[in-house]
């Protein structure tokens, strides 16, 4: 069975700072993908990235960017000089990687960032 | 514009009575999902479909129901066995491959009262 892990459940910094989402996972499957959501408080959940496993290479988009560790099964995400508009509930999530497969998702990490 | 619209975002229904939750894609996405949330219970899958008139249970099926008659609606109706409906659901879809972005609506909230 698969599983996601977000230990954290809220975090607090305040602007300017760098903070990193922890996102641990579990598959017996040897090929997988995996994905990062942000939801802000008007509900709707926002693709952020998708990974798939033989894809090891960290990737950066602006003042994301994500480590895709698979030697401990781990994909963070750390976000550079945060703001404001960065708050929100961030979503890790791990799918197979046949046909039509579902997501199964962490329970969240809630990011507050104070002005 | 393309995408998945879900409705109504805001419902409340008494108790003992069942309800429809409407999601609509233009995105000829092949694959739709039905996905509750709760506070600090991440998403959960109550139901999908891969094709038309035909579905599948997902973790919490129960006191759910749901049709697939045409590829681009995919509405779920609550029922009233459903012991607590209160919560937000997301609708979502995909296109076919192993591995492809899922796309979520924006969210229909539900409270029973």
């Known amino acids: 069975a698969q599983k996601v892990t977000q230990a954290q459940t809220e975090i607090s910094v305040v602007e300017k700072e760098d903070v990193t989402l922890d996102c641990v996972y579990e598959t017996r499957d040897t090929t997988y993908y995996l994905f990062w959501y942000k939801q802000p408080p008007s509900g709707e959940l926002v693709f952020l990235i998708r990974r798939n496993s033989f894809d090891e290479q960290n990737e950066i988009s602006g003042r994301y960017s994500w480590n895709f560790q698979k030697s401990t099964s781990s994909f963070n995400f750390t976000i550079t000089a945060s703001q404001v508009v960065d708050s929100a509930v961030y979503f890790c999530a791990l799918s197979e990687a046949q046909g039509y497969s579902t997501l199964t998702f962490g329970k969240g990490t809630m990011l507050l960032v104070s002005p | ?113």
Not at chain 2, 28 to 37: C, G, K, L
């Open chain 2, 1 to 113: 514009d393309g995408g998945i619209t879900q409705s109504p975002k805001y419902l409340f229904r008494k108790e003992g009575q069942n309800v429809t939750l409407s999601c609509e894609q233009n995105l000829n996405h092949d694959a739709m999902y039905w996905y509750r949330q709760d506070p600090g219970q991440g998403l959960r899958l109550i139901y999908y479909s891969q094709i038309v008139n035909d579905f599948q249970k997902g973790d919490i099926a129960e006191g759910y129901s749901v049709s697939r008659e045409k590829k681009e609606s995919f509405p779920l109706t609550v029922t009233s066995a459903q012991k607590n409906p209160t919560a937000f659901y997301l609708c979502a879809s995909r296109t076919s491959g192993g591995g492809n972005t899922i796309y979520f609506g924006e969210g229909s909230w539900l409270t029973v009262v």
